[in-house]
């Protein structure tokens, strides 16, 4: 179900907590609400569509993935860049890196460990930043 995005920077201040297999409707619901934004936005937590859970979905280079409990394990190539929000209006700079290695579970709860470069790396650190309260 596509779910209304939210904008209450109070909300998005929290921290999530973990998500469990009880949360795989979150999920879905996430994926389905990235898809229909897909001509402004390329990744989402579940707390920007109100679920305070550490649920992302994000746009990897034309196929979708869902990450549960997502945790960057290491980080290379420091660079800084300005980046916009679905939640928050405007532009922010932050700091971010080329590649990352994440440890993450899949729709099954199957810990992943895998490397991303580039612009899915930069996704995927922002919607984090969104499960740690960090407005960017």
Do not use: W
């Not at 890196?97 to 579970?105: E, H, L, Q, R, S």
Request: a neutral charge.
């Amino acid at each position: 179900m596509v779910r209304e995005i939210v904008h209450d920077p109070m909300f998005l201040q929290r921290k999530s907590e973990d998500a469990t297999q009880a949360d795989l409707q979150t999920a879905q619901d996430l994926l389905d609400t990235l898809r229909a934004n897909f001509d402004r936005c390329v990744g989402m937590a579940a707390n920007m569509i109100g679920v305070a859970k550490r649920i992302i979905a994000v746009n990897d280079n034309g196929k979708y993935l869902v990450m549960f409990n997502p945790e960057i394990i290491s980080k290379f190539g420091e660079f800084e860049t300005e980046e916009g929000c679905l939640s928050l209006d405007g532009k922010r700079k932050t700091v971010r890196y080329k590649t990352i290695k994440v440890k993450y579970f899949n729709e099954n709860f199957k810990q992943i460990k895998r490397s991303f470069s580039d612009f899915t790396a930069q996704i995927i650190q922002h919607e984090i930043d969104h499960c740690n309260g960090i407005l960017i």
